[in-house]
């Protein structure tokens, strides 16, 4: 992970076992620090009854809530379809893999050190870890500001184990879905106090020690009783044991942003978009 741009990447192998030696390459690269980017909003369509019954169908925008590479900016989408061409047909060599040189690949928006390293690391497609059942990645918060801050929590799960975890505390700055700073961009400029940056660096520790015990409750004692900076770390316990139980769904997970309309389109444009890919559809 670039803990600076919040970019974490990696690589999957897929295999068909149809065939002797068949492997697919599945590029994943999310933001696990910031949700949202000036840059993109993502394309929802939905339907909205009117009076006489009939259906009235819309294209809209709103900002997705997680940053995906491929999705976050028009430059990325173009990047992304260069690494997907590069991954798009099955290979018959393994070692295929090691003659990619990132380097050569024209994407302005890649990291080529994160590229590299999901080279060097290929992710075999198996989920027999602790965590298996959850989702790859994920980018969650509290679902109100209590006392002007809230936690957020985002992961990346590799093989069913937890390979990467960021903690941050959310300041409320305003009433807009955005109005808000993050602890970690405080420290980076150096505007916080000595309180914050230990809370920032207590932070960091709880990440270290969840990601090398694999638990989302590692090293819950360290912290769990502790208020340091006006932040209540026993809320942050409860949101990673609730991550840890698989009972989180009030962590508001998706965007809250308002979604604007952009135009009223017909029922076979709608139907269409159910079958893009690469749009987020919700009634």
């Known amino acids: 992970m670039n803990e600076k741009s919040g970019w974490c990447y990696k690589l999957v192998q897929e295999k068909d076992n149809s065939i002797s030696f068949n492997e697919y390459y599945r590029f994943i690269g999310v933001n696990l620090r910031y949700r949202y980017d000036d840059n993109w909003k993502t394309t929802i369509w939905f339907e909205k009854a009117v009076p006489n019954g009939k259906a009235v169908y819309y294209?809209?925008?709103r900002y997705r809530g997680i940053l995906i590479?491929?999705?976050?900016?028009?430059a990325s989408a173009a990047d992304r379809k260069r690494i997907d061409a590069i991954?798009?047909?099955p290979w018959s060599d393994e070692n295929q893999i090691y003659m990619i040189d990132p380097s050569q690949i024209p994407a302005e928006t890649l990291d080529k050190d994160l590229f590299t390293d999901a080279l060097n690391h290929?992710?075999?497609?198996a989920y027999s870890g602790k965590y298996a059942n959850y989702p790859e990645y994920a980018m969650e918060v509290e679902a109100e500001y209590q006392d002007g801050y809230r936690f957020q929590v985002a992961f990346m799960i590799e093989q069913g184990d937890i390979a990467e975890l960021w903690l941050d505390v959310l300041y409320r700055i305003g009433d807009g879905f955005r109005d808000y700073k993050q602890l970690s961009d405080l420290v980076d400029s150096g505007e916080v106090d000595a309180a914050q940056r230990g809370a920032f660096d207590?932070?960091?520790?709880?990440?270290?020690e969840v990601r090398d015990e694999n638990s989302f409750i590692a090293a819950a004692d360290s912290y769990k009783g502790k208020t340091v900076a006006g932040i209540d770390l026993s809320r942050l316990y409860i949101f990673l044991l609730a991550i840890e139980e698989n009972r989180d769904e009030k962590y508001d997970k998706y965007s809250e942003s308002p979604v604007w309309i952009r135009e009223e389109v017909s029922r076979e444009e709608y139907e269409a978009a159910w079958n893009n890919a690469h749009s987020e559809i919700r009634p």
Do not use: H, T, W, Y
């Not at 590479?69 to 028009?74: A, I, K, L, P």
């Not at 207590?202 to 270290?208: C, D, G, N, T, W």
């Open 59 to 61: 294209r809209a925008e």
């Open 69 to 74: 590479f491929g999705e976050d900016s028009e």
């Open 87 to 89: 991954f798009s047909n």
């Open 122 to 125: 290929v992710i075999p497609a």
């Open 202 to 208: 207590l932070l960091q520790s709880v990440r270290k």
